[in-house]
C-alpha cells in the first residue's frame, strides 16, 4: 500500500506556491494563505472548498456524514458527497447511558409535546420559561445540594454566558490549557486577563496563582472534570486543596461526568468528595443526558448575578418545554437504575484493556472518552477511512480540536454499545495496528 496520500492541484495553485493535498488540515489553510499574503475572504473560501472537495473525493472528509434515523450504537450513516449509506458503530456520540432511546424518556417527550406544545418563543426573563423549566432547576440543585441552579440553552452558550459574566473589574481567570473552547471563549469574551495553566498540572497552576495573589480582586480557576479529547479525568481534590493556600473561586465544568460519576449520577466532584467547595458547577444536558441546554448550580446570590450579567441567558431563547421532560426522565431513569453507568464503567475497562493489550497509546486518559494517538495525519485519515469503509464510524480529530501533533481517533463509549461492537472495532483496530505501525511494541522506546 503507498504510503503517501494523493496530491492534486487547484487552477490557482500555481499563484499560491504550495499544493493542497488531501492530509492537510482545512482549518490551517487560511493561516497559509495569510503568510502568502492572501486575506480576501472569498479567495480563503474557495481554497478551503477546494481542499474539502479533494477530500470528498478520496472518501476522507467524514464531517459531512449523517445518520439516517437519528442516534444510537449501531445506525445507518450517510456520506452527503457520495449519497453512500453503510450501517456503522457509531463512536462518535456522547449518549453517555444510551438514554436517547430508552423508552420512558421517549414517553416523557410525547406526552410533554401533548401538554406544552414545541419551542419556548423568547428568553427566560421575557416569558419563556414553563413549569418543566422551573422542575429541572429545581432538581438539579436538590440533586447536588446546592442553593439555586441556572438553567441555559445549551451547553456552550452556558460557560459562553457564565464565564463571560463572573469576571469582574479587576479579576484573572486560570484555565486548563485543555478546557473546552466555550470556556475559553467566555473567558475572551469578558474582556479580563486571563492565562492558561499546563494540562493537569498542580503545580503549574499553584506558580500562576502565587503570581496573582494580591494583584486582582478575585482570580477565577475553571477546569473540566473529564477532559473531552483526551479523557483525561482532573485533579480535582489537589486543586481545591490549593484553596487552604490561595484565594480563589472554582469553577468546574462536568459536561464528560455528570450523570455516571458519583452516587445518582452526580459527578465527579461529588464522588471525589469536594463538591461543597466547588463555587459554580456547570454542566451541559446534551450528553448523559440526551437532551440540549446546560446549567450553572451555585449560591443563589452568584445564580442572581448570573442571571442580570451573562447575555447568553438574557437573550437566548429557552429550550424547548420538550427538552425540559427529557431531562427529567432522564433524571429518574438515572436514579431508579445505577446499573447504567456501572455497565458502562465496566465496558470502559474491558475496551481500554483489550487496546493496552495490542499497545494503542491512549495516554493518561480512564473516563469513556477513549482516545488512540496517531500522530501522522495521512495514516489518521486513512485510518478514519478504512474503519467506515468497515462499518466502524469514528472521525479523525484534529486542529484546532487538539493541538498540531497530537492527532487522534476519539471512541466515545455508551453503555448501549455492546461486548460484540467493541470486539469488532478492537480487531478493526488491530488490523490497521499491522498495516500502518500505529501501536507500540512493549518494551520500545516511547
Known sequence: MENELVFARTKTQGELGMELNTSMIIRQLPKLL??????????????????KTMQNQANLWSYDRFTESGNAALANVI????????????????????????????????SAADKFGTGSGTPAVSGGMSALHKEVQNRISKLLGRERTLL????????????????????????????????????????????????NNVENLEEKLKRAQGKYENVIVAVESAYSMSGDLCPIREIVALKSKYKFYIYVDEAHSFGFYGDGGRGYCYQQG????????MSTLSKSIPSIGGFVSAKEKFCTYMQCMANS??????????????ILASLDVIQANPGIAASLHEKNAYFRGRLR??????????????????PKLD???????ELYERGIFSVAVTYPAVKLREGRL???????????QIDKTVDEMARLAEIYGIAKVEGADA
Not at 456520540?93 to 410525547?110: A, D, F, H, I, T
Not at 476519539?410 to 460484540?420: G, I, N, S, V, Y
Open 152 to 199: 441555559f440553552s445549551t451547553g456552550y452558550t452556558t460557560n459562553l454566558g457564565a464565564l463571560s459574566a463572573i469576571p469582574g473589574k479587576n479579576d484573572f481567570v486560570i484555565l486548563d490549557q485543555e478546557s473546552h473552547a466555550s470556556m475559553f471563549d467566555g473567558v475572551k469574551l469578558s474582556g479580563k486577563e486571563w492565562s492558561a495553566f499546563r494540562h
Open 379 to 385: 495514516v489518521l485519515f486513512k485510518c478514519s477511512k
Open 410 to 420: 476519539r471512541f466515545t463509549l455508551t453503555a448501549a454499545h455492546t461486548q460484540e
Open 34 to 51: 495569510e503568510d502568502q499574503s492572501i486575506t480576501d475572504i472569498g479567495q480563503i473560501a474557495e481554497h478551503m472548498h477546494a481542499l
Open 313 to 326: 441567558f438574557i437573550f437566548q431563547t429557552c429550550m424547548p418545554p420538550v427538552d425540559a421532560a427529557t
Open 274 to 281: 469536594v463538591l461543597e467547595e466547588i463555587d459554580f458547577l
Open 357 to 374: 493489550e495490542i499497545g494503542f497509546d491512549l495516554r493518561n486518559s480512564q473516563s469513556p472518552i477513549i482516545p488512540i494517538y496517531i
Open 79 to 110: 456520506t452527503e458527497y457520495s449519497k453512500e449509506k453503510k450501517e456503522c458503530i457509531l463512536w462518535c456520540l456522547n449518549n453517555y447511558l444510551g438514554l436517547n432511546r430508552n423508552p420512558e424518556v421517549v414517553q416523557s417527550v410525547k
